[in-house]
Every structure is written in structure tokens, then in C-alpha cells.
């Protein structure tokens, strides 16, 4: 079965900070990857997508993650935080290119 | 641009009684799906549509649980004899039609919270 794991579910930073959040995925293929975000009472929204034309992915906002194979994983890393990237962020993958399997979530908090 | 519309945004009902949740998707996309949420957790899947045709069911979908997309435009979940574990946040999703095997972009609705007292 595929499924994601993500590895903390709160991690606090300071504005100006690096943003690191950890995903691993089990898969028995190569598998479409996602970063979604959701703001307080606000849709899910995609960050970026892995579908394997590139290892490193750009997304929005100025996320982005690496695909590696090798680690199962999928992290997701942003240079500077800002208080608006306060949320919740999932990690997602689609084994068969419809249904999608969400991780638990992780809540990034920004201090200012 | 009009994304993915989900009526109503809050519902409250006692147990035993029945509602209904409708979604209108993106209107060029042919695949529409719905998850739950609960609180603490990521979403789960339910159902999804290709046009008119459910195509596959969650075991989470007891048969409590209907989901209708009569003319493959907008769709309705319907939950019958609601009990207080039902109280979750819907979210419904569309997307077109990708290349087969890889993984389209969904676009999520706003959700729909039920409590069920």
C-alpha cells in the first residue's frame, strides 16, 4: 500500500529562518508526489508536484522539495520563512495517478 | 475564475437524520472525488467520478453513505442515519483527465463541517 509519513507534526521557526519539513514515502513504484497547504478555515492549496521530470521541484511562494529515490523522500524546504507561511502542510502521494493518500500534516508556526 | 464551490459550508444535525452536501467542480474537469477530514488528521478518501461513472469506493464509505454526479457536472453526498462519529470536515476535489499513471493536480472546495449532536 502507498502512504506517506510525515516526521514532525509541529515545527515552530523564526521569521527569516529556514523551513524544513520531513516526508517519507513508501511506494512500490515511482510515485506522483505533492506538498499541499492549508491556511485556517481556507482550501487545500498545491505548493508544488513530483511527477518525475526532475528531482528538484519549485513550487509557490518560494517552496520547494527534492525527490529522493534512493531515501524515500520528499522534503520540503523554503530559504526564508514569513509569518503567512504559518499552516498546515501535508504531504501527498498518488499511487495511481487519481485518488489521492494524504500524511497527518505538519503545523509550521512562525515566530516573529 | 471559478474554482470549486461546496454548499452548504456548516452544517449542524442530530443523529439519525439525514443530509446532503453538493459540490460543483471546475467545469471542464471530469473527475471529481471527495475526502474526509477529521480533526488532528490528514484527509481520507472517499469516492470519485469520471463523468456520470463512480469508479471507486473507500471501504470508509459505509452504506450510510450515497454519492450521486447524475450528469457528470456537479455531485451530491448524501449521509443517511448520521451518527456523531460522521462530525467531520468534506472536502470536495476536481481535476481533469491526466496522463495515465501520473498524478493530476486536484483542486480542492472549501469543505463542508458537520456536527452531528
Known amino acids: 500500500a502507498q502512504s506517506v509519513t510525515q516526521l514532525d507534526s509541529h515545527v515552530s521557526v523564526s521569521e527569516g529562518t529556514p523551513v524544513l519539513l520531513r516526508c517519507n514515502y513508501s511506494s512500490s513504484y515511482s510515485p506522483s508526489l505533492f506538498w499541499y497547504v492549508q491556511h485556517p478555515n481556507k482550501g487545500l492549496q498545491l505548493l508544488l508536484k513530483y511527477t518525475s521530470a526532475a528531482t528538484l521541484v519549485k513550487g509557490i511562494n518560494g517552496f520547494e522539495a527534492e525527490f529522493k529515490k534512493s531515501e524515500t523522500s520528499f522534503h520540503l524546504t523554503k530559504p526564508s520563512a514569513h509569518m503567512s507561511d504559518a499552516a498546515e502542510y501535508f504531504c501527498?502521494?498518488?499511487?495511481?495517478?487519481?485518488?489521492?493518500?494524504f500524511g497527518a500534516g505538519t503545523i509550521l508556526r512562525v515566530k516573529s | 475564475d471559478t474554482g470549486v464551490s461546496q454548499n452548504p459550508r456548516h452544517k449542524i444535525t442530530k443523529r439519525g437524520q439525514n443530509v446532503t452536501f453538493r459540490c460543483d467542480p471546475i467545469s471542464e474537469h471530469n473527475r471529481l472525488y471527495w475526502y474526509r477530514q477529521t480533526l488532528g488528521q490528514g484527509p481520507e478518501f472517499l469516492t470519485y467520478?469520471?463523468?456520470?461513472?463512480?469508479?471507486?469506493k473507500s471501504r470508509l464509505l459505509s452504506d450510510r453513505f450515497s454519492a450521486e454526479r447524475p450528469k457528470g457536472s456537479f455531485s451530491t453526498l448524501e449521509i443517511q442515519r448520521t451518527e456523531q462519529g460522521d462530525s467531520a470536515m468534506y472536502l470536495c476535489?476536481?481535476?481533469?483527465?491526466?496522463?495515465?499513471?501520473?498524478?493530476?493536480?486536484?483542486?480542492f472546495g472549501p469543505g463542508t463541517r458537520l456536527l452531528v449532536l
Open positions: 476535489a476536481s481535476s481533469p483527465e491526466g496522463i495515465a499513471g501520473e498524478g493530476e493536480t486536484q483542486y
Open positions: 467520478f469520471q463523468n456520470e461513472a463512480q469508479l471507486e
Open positions: 501527498v502521494v498518488s499511487p495511481y495517478g487519481n485518488k489521492l493518500v
